[in-house]
């Protein structure tokens, strides 16, 4: 597939998306999460094993297209479109066997906020700000974020994001646990893609314990200690295991190969 909307690059181990719109700011239209669903399948089908998502420009998305609303194929109606695009797209990468990073570069508003939140960690640049906007257009918030913030933030922050669907800055973000650092804008691909490189190298159970992760919020404490056991039996019976454990008898690093 030819991307129009986004870009896919590989840096080693290291799979890069960038949403590619940015003279709109990266508004997620219909055909940019098209090929954004290609690309995370493309991704998960490749030997990458870290994605590293970000976008073009002085953005990193403004949320949904409204400009595109009623153009192109398929239902445009909001909540339609959340079950034919978006809830596809997302249940993807939530399903993922390899961790995820996102660098926030700019603005994260509306369903972009839910990208930008949804990853396993997340480096914003100083200039970037999080914005629950649906309010403002009488909307509700979308893209998992009700599913999501409350688990990130607590009940009473995303309630208040979401009512008051007022800006926050990204040093807030990090000071109220949505997002793991804040650099200089400058500094941001480099320090993404350094997290990304050291989870890239990391063993095979670095998807599995996202995996864990993940399911820890619908499952009882007897049913997640039994999901432990269960990935531990993978996790242990891989090449990556034997090697960690002969590295740190020989007192040496581990060379793993995600195997």
């Keep these: 597939m030819t991307y129009q909307n986004i870009v896919l690059e590989h840096t080693g181990k290291v799979a890069v998306v960038k949403l590619n719109a940015p003279e709109v700011l990266n508004a997620l239209s219909q055909d940019m999460v098209a090929e954004l669903h290609?690309?995370?399948?493309?991704?998960?089908?490749?030997?990458?094993?870290?994605?590293?998502l970000t976008g073009e420009g002085r953005a990193f998305s403004a949320g949904a297209n409204l400009q595109a609303r009623g153009s192109g194929d398929g239902p445009n109606i909001p909540g339609m479109v959340l079950e034919s695009?978006?809830?596809?797209?997302?249940?993807?990468?939530?399903?993922?066997?390899?961790?995820?990073v996102t660098a926030i570069n700019g603005p994260a508003v509306g369903v972009g906020m839910s990208f930008a939140v949804?990853?396993?960690?997340?480096?914003?640049?100083?200039?970037?700000?999080?914005?629950?906007?649906?309010?403002n257009i009488g909307l509700v918030p979308d893209g998992g974020a009700t599913w999501i913030l409350p688990r990130l933030i607590g009940?009473?922050?995303a309630v208040e994001l979401s009512l008051l669907a007022e800006r926050l800055p990204a040093e807030k973000a990090l000071e109220w646990g949505l997002i793991n650092n804040v650099v200089d804008d400058e500094n941001l691909m480099e320090e993404a893609m350094k997290v990304?490189?050291?989870?890239?190298?990391?063993?095979?159970?670095?998807?599995?314990?996202?995996?864990?992760?993940?399911?820890?919020h619908s499952n009882s404490y007897s049913e997640q200690f039994q999901l432990e056991a269960n990935l531990?039996?993978?996790?242990?019976a891989s090449k990556d295991n034997a090697e960690g454990v002969a590295a740190f008898l020989e007192k040496r690093a581990a060379k793993f190969t995600g195997t």
Excluded at 38 to 52: F, K, P, Q, T, Y
């Design 38 to 52: 290609d690309a995370i399948v493309s991704v998960i089908a490749s030997d990458a094993r870290c994605l590293l």
């Design 85 to 100: 695009h978006y809830h596809p797209l997302m249940t993807k990468i939530r399903h993922m066997s390899i961790p995820m």
């Design 118 to 135: 949804m990853s396993d960690y997340a480096v914003a640049a100083k200039s970037a700000y999080f914005l629950q906007a649906f309010a």
């Design 155 to 157: 009940w009473r922050r």
């Design 196 to 216: 990304a490189e050291k989870l890239a190298n990391g063993p095979m159970s670095l998807g599995l314990i996202r995996k864990a992760y993940w399911e820890t």
């Design 232 to 236: 531990q039996i993978e996790a242990g």
